[in-house]
């Protein structure tokens, strides 16, 4: 999946979540599982947790053509997260370094 932050634009690897898998979503898992995308279908704000999530995690909220609306990193077991905008996906991207090309494009390097 493509993402943009201004005119910069990176490709990321996601795997969509269905029903279930967006009120689970990194919880209980490894720091190496994959990048997962919550496509909620309309606009809107929701809050995140971090609960029994024992690793970092990149957050990026998108607007509806995939444009980087807000993003955080959340350290485990925060209670909430709410972005300021309104957004339509979220990408949850574990911190690793699978993803360090990843991260560093939104963090920066020495971060």
Known sequence: MK???????IEVRVRNLGFWGKGIGLMFRTRETGNLLFDFGSDGRAAIHSYFVFFDFLALWLDSENRIV???????FTFRIMPSEKFRRLIEIPVNARNKKIIGFFVGKNN
């Open 70 to 76: 807000e993003w955080q990193i959340v350290k485990p």
């Open 3 to 9: 993402i943009y932050s201004g005119k910069k634009s």
